[in-house]
């Protein structure tokens, strides 16, 4: 009796597991296939990871369902009644829309000075995903022509912040805040925006950034809006599926041997024939043998897989066209801080959604006591209104640095900077229409008593958060990340080996759950027609 094709998907995420599910549960594959799911980590998920802090649920991981019309995350959420919940989660009222900005110093800034650099923030950014025209930006647009070769978002944003100065030359006469000149205040402002904006792409400069690709990423349309289950929910259904045994956790890849087009001597054929062409070796020293496997592991992954000083992941090594895409793609760390308030006595603390603004240069007066890697988050809010939990973002190098402190380290830090921002200011701040800026005074220390912090970038199974276009990269980078091995249709003893899946083998939706979860039905699919299992 000929084997069973097997199939061994490696990563229990959501790529992995919504491959897993469509292979299984296809009309007539059920009994076709020897399935497994592999999963070097104690846990499904992958890097969606509900948890719990402090009594409200939280997540580690994948926080958002980006626009709910035509989402199959959010499909499956209302399918499985995972969108109530009797317990209290994470941006259970959604976006905060009216956050108090304060800058170094302790002023509240009013906004007569935020919501002009808000609003250009804004359509730079639709300007760049090409969702506006250049005139709804500034009046003289002519800067947005490019003097051609690669343009990075940092570089775009930073001449649409000079045009807009250069179309105010008015600026130098609106007077002084405090120890603020009214520019740097702005230059500021607009520092923090750019910081937000890099913890929604994973990257840590923006200038790392390509502009061109950011037409290409699509978005889904209707509100945004997270899982009152928790998005760990949706991985549970679709595990659900998937009989005992499938699943297999703590089986963490050491290497995948493989067999490329000629790779093999004819005079071994009759024992090749003989054998499945995919064999993965296991940490543990055993090993399983595949006719197909779906790698769905983080570029992150891949990036230390394919570099010859971290020990190569893939035997043979993986062709140059392909090595050079996952070189190239950008791959970043985004991290979250989550404390909790000190209560006084029983009464539930109030505390703003603050944006925070700090000082660029070393040689303004700041604030001695707020280290680097504090200056670069932009925000401190309650998860949900009223919350005693506040939540707080970090990209790049501050977001690595975060890993390696102490939670006593953290609460000194983030309390003794909270509470000079909040203190009552030594100089009233004037906006341009006179008014005075005022300080959100609490009049005492504020002071967190517990932190949690997610560690994605030194967690060996993902390396990091997600995947983004870098500068040299292009989009077509993540269709070549999705390309099976063996990549000639014909002349191959054993096709499609090696597949891959994840978010950033999907080329519109990178960086998202719904990327990862379309790439997982993508792969399935593609074996499903290889063996003629197509569903009408």
């Known amino acids: 009796m000929a084997k069973k094709p097997r199939i061994v998907v490696i990563g229990a995420g959501m790529a992995g597991l919504t491959a897993a599910n469509k292979l299984y549960t296809s009309t007539g594959s059920k009994d076709m296939f020897e399935l497994f799911v592999v999963e070097g980590g104690d846990r499904i998920g992958g890097r969606i990871n509900t948890s719990e802090f402090c009594g409200d649920r939280i997540e580690m991981g994948a926080t958002w369902i980006h626009g709910i019309g035509g989402s199959p995350v959010h499909q499956i959420a209302e399918k499985i009644n995972a969108l109530e919940s009797d317990q209290p989660w994470e941006c259970m009222d959604g976006f905060c829309d009216e956050p108090?900005?304060?800058?170094?110093?302790?002023?509240?800034?009013?906004?007569?000075?935020?919501?002009?650099?808000?609003?250009?923030?804004?359509?730079?950014?639709?300007?760049a995903q090409r969702n506006v025209n250049e005139e709804s930006i500034v009046a003289d647009a002519t800067w947005c022509s490019r003097n051609g070769g690669n343009e990075s978002v940092g570089a775009f944003l930073r001449r649409g912040l000079d045009a807009?100065?250069?179309?105010?030359?008015?600026?130098?006469?609106?007077?002084?805040?405090?120890?603020?000149?009214?520019?740097?205040?702005?230059?500021?402002?607009?520092?923090?925006?750019?910081?937000t904006q890099r913890t929604y792409t994973s990257t840590g400069d923006l200038f790392d950034l390509d502009f061109e690709a950011e037409s290409e990423y699509r978005m889904f349309p209707g509100e945004e809006i997270t899982i009152?289950?928790?998005?760990?929910?949706?991985?549970?259904?679709?595990?659900?599926a998937l009989p005992p045994g499938v699943v297999q956790l703590d089986r963490k890849v050491d290497r995948i041997e493989w067999q490329p087009q000629d790779h093999h001597c004819r005079r071994h054929q009759r024992q090749v024939d003989d054998l499945r062409p995919v064999k993965i070796h296991f940490f543990d020293g055993?090993?399983?043998?595949?006719?197909?496997?779906?790698?769905?592991?983080?570029?992150?992954?891949?990036?230390?897989?394919?570099?010859?000083?971290?020990?190569?992941?893939?035997?043979?090594?993986?062709?140059?066209?392909?090595?050079?895409?996952?070189?190239?793609?950008?791959?970043?760390?985004?991290?979250?801080?989550?404390?909790?308030?000190?209560?006084?006595?029983?009464?539930?603390?109030?505390?703003?959604?603050l944006q925070?603004?700090?000082?660029?240069?070393?040689?303004q007066l700041r604030h001695e006591k707020i280290p680097w890697w504090m200056r670069r988050t932009a925000s401190l809010s309650p998860i949900y209104s009223n919350s005693s939990v506040l939540l707080s973002w970090f990209a790049g190098k501050e977001a690595l640095?975060?890993?390696?402190?102490?939670?006593?380290?953290?609460?000194?830090?983030?309390?003794?900077?909270?509470?000079?921002?909040?203190?009552?200011?030594?100089?009233?701040m004037k906006s341009e229409n006179g008014s005075n800026g005022s300080c959100n005074g609490t009049g005492s220390e504020v002071r967190f008593v517990k932190v949690l912090k997610t560690k994605w970038g030194s967690d060996p199974l993902f390396l990091g958060s997600y995947s983004y276009v870098a500068v040299g990269s292009t989009g077509a980078d993540f269709d070549t990340m999705a390309e099976p091995l063996p990549n000639s249709p014909t002349g191959v003893h054993h096709p499609l080996q090696i597949l891959f899946a994840g978010e950033a083998t999907h080329r519109t939706h990178y960086s998202t759950t719904h990327g990862a979860y379309f790439s997982g039905l993508r792969e399935a699919n593609r074996l499903l027609q290889h063996y003629h299992r197509v569903e009408a």
């Open 401 to 428: 640095e975060l890993e390696t402190l102490s939670d006593e380290e953290i609460i000194n830090v983030v309390s003794t900077m909270v509470s000079s921002l909040l203190a009552k200011p030594h100089k009233e």
């Open 286 to 353: 055993s090993f399983m043998s595949a006719d197909h496997v779906i790698v769905t592991v983080s570029l992150g992954v891949l990036k230390a897989g394919t570099c010859k000083d971290s020990g190569m992941l893939f035997s043979p090594p993986l062709p140059s066209y392909k090595t050079d895409a996952i070189s190239r793609l950008g791959y970043g760390v985004v991290n979250k801080l989550f404390l909790q308030l000190s209560r006084n006595g029983n009464k539930k603390p109030e505390f703003p959604s």
């Open 100 to 127: 108090t900005t304060v800058a170094e110093g302790g002023f509240e800034l009013n906004a007569s000075i935020v919501d002009p650099i808000s609003t250009l923030f804004k359509n730079l950014m639709e300007f």
């Open 164 to 195: 807009y100065w250069d179309s105010r030359k008015d600026f130098e006469e609106l007077g002084s805040y405090g120890e603020w000149s009214r520019k740097l205040l702005e230059e500021s402002v607009f520092a923090m925006l750019e910081n």
């Open 228 to 240: 009152s289950q928790g998005y760990l929910s949706i991985i549970k259904y679709l595990s659900s």
């Open 356 to 363: 925070m603004v700090f000082h660029r240069s070393e040689s």
